[in-house]
């Protein structure tokens, strides 16, 4: 049930950018953050550590 993502090798828009550190603040986990920009959770974790960003991990 693996979901395939389109976008593949995309560049991040400014809106993009803004939108994951809104919703990392907000304390978000990785999946929710995926899903919201449709991009993978690995494209997610190196932006937000690229970024200095911290994702809340699932417990």
Do not use: C
């Amino acid at each position: 049930m693996a979901e395939r993502f389109e976008r593949h090798k995309q560049a991040w828009t400014a809106d993009e950018i803004s939108k994951l550190h809104t919703l990392a603040k907000k304390g978000m986990a990785l999946k929710a953050i995926a899903k919201a920009l449709t991009r993978s959770e690995e494209s997610v974790k190196q932006r937000a550590k690229n970024d200095g960003l911290s994702i809340a991990k699932l417990r």
